[in-house]
């Protein structure tokens, strides 16, 4: 077996790609009966009580310390309503191929953020790997999204892409309080603060949609993404992050277009046209060829238990 390979990490990893290969097409089949932001109420109500289950699991909630907390709320802002809220409204409007090809673009700029604050080094054959990556996903991008369930366009695919932003951008911040703190606990306060902060601005939204029309498609979408990925994929990435650099963790994650597109394909009818594969195949060529290297060759040590986390155990 390789050296970086412990099976807790390709474990976690491949139960991590299907839940959000899954999400995908849960939300968009999801959208065609739910507004965006009504779809939002009840994801992150239904997270939240994943999230209550998971913390209560732990019998006590983390220990931040004072200096820390505006970190945290930056996170939590990052990972909520700047992440998610953009997320959906975005899926509202493109196909899951071309939002699963465009979050599969985030190990570049995981790469370059984490380059820039002295994380990881940035070496000529990285940044061709990068340019490769990102004009597949331009590539992507330019191709009109087959019309599967609503009025599929351009501007749905920006919104994923700033949402994609958001939570690079939320991934390399939070390296630092995963190491000091531990995955679970950072993963349980940025989401549980989130998703409460977030909620009351989405309550006139859920009061006004039409449930007439809500079938057990949209509650089941709800249901999945509230429990599935705010509470299980977030703890696990998280988990991941605590092992792995940043950009190799984003690397780990080019199985999941091709598992989005197959099940976008077989469950919501969607037809991939020639430029969506050739740049799918630039967008992973790309990303693979940033680090692919150095993370089988990488050794993964068993994460050390912090001080937090020890006082935290029953």
């Not at 509202?92 to 700029?109: D, E, K």
């Not at 590539?139 to 351009?154: A, D, K, N």
């Not at 919104?159 to 939320?170: E, G, H, Q, R």
């Not at 029309?213 to 993404?225: D, E, L, N, P, S």
Request: proline share 5%.
């Amino acid at each position: 077996m390789l050296k970086w390979l412990s099976s807790t990490v390709l474990g976690l990893m491949v139960i991590h790609v299907c839940v959000n290969s899954g999400g995908y097409v849960f939300v968009k089949a999801a959208l065609a009966e739910f507004t965006p932001f009504a779809f939002a109420f009840w994801r992150f109500l239904f997270g939240l009580v994943g999230l209550g289950v998971m913390l209560a699991a732990r019998r006590s909630w983390p220990r931040i310390e004072k200096a820390d907390w505006p970190r945290f709320l930056l996170f939590a802002a990052l990972a909520v309503p700047a992440n998610q809220l953009l997320y959906l409204k975005g899926m509202r409007y493109t196909v899951p191929s071309h939002a699963s090809l465009i979050y599969g673009s985030t190990a570049a700029l995981v790469l370059v953020l984490s380059t820039r604050l002295g994380y990881e080094k940035l070496r000529r054959g990285r940044v061709i790997a990068i340019v490769v990556a990102v004009c597949g996903v331009v590539l992507v991008v330019s191709e009109s999204p087959t019309r599967i369930m609503g009025s599929e366009g351009f501007g749905g695919d920006v919104l994923v892409a700033l949402s994609m932003v958001a939570f690079a951008v939320y991934t390399v911040l939070a390296k630092p309080m995963v190491t000091k703190y531990g995955a679970v606990q950072v993963g349980l306060v940025c989401l549980i603060i989130g998703s409460v902060a977030t909620l009351p601005f989405l309550v006139a939204p859920a009061m006004m949609q039409d449930y007439s029309v809500v079938t057990w498609r949209g509650w089941g979408g709800a249901i999945y993404t509230g429990i599935m990925i705010t509470a299980v994929s977030y703890t696990i990435w998280f988990a991941l992050l605590k092992r792995l650099d940043p950009s190799q963790l984003a690397i780990m994650t080019t199985p999941q277009p091709v598992v989005t597109t197959a099940l976008s394909v077989l469950i919501l009818g969607e037809a991939p046209g020639p430029v969506l594969i050739i740049g799918g195949v630039m967008v992973i060529s790309g990303v693979l060829l940033m680090q692919g290297r150095a993370l089988l060759n990488r050794r993964v040590p068993a994460p050390a238990v912090s001080s937090h986390e020890h006082s935290e155990m029953p």
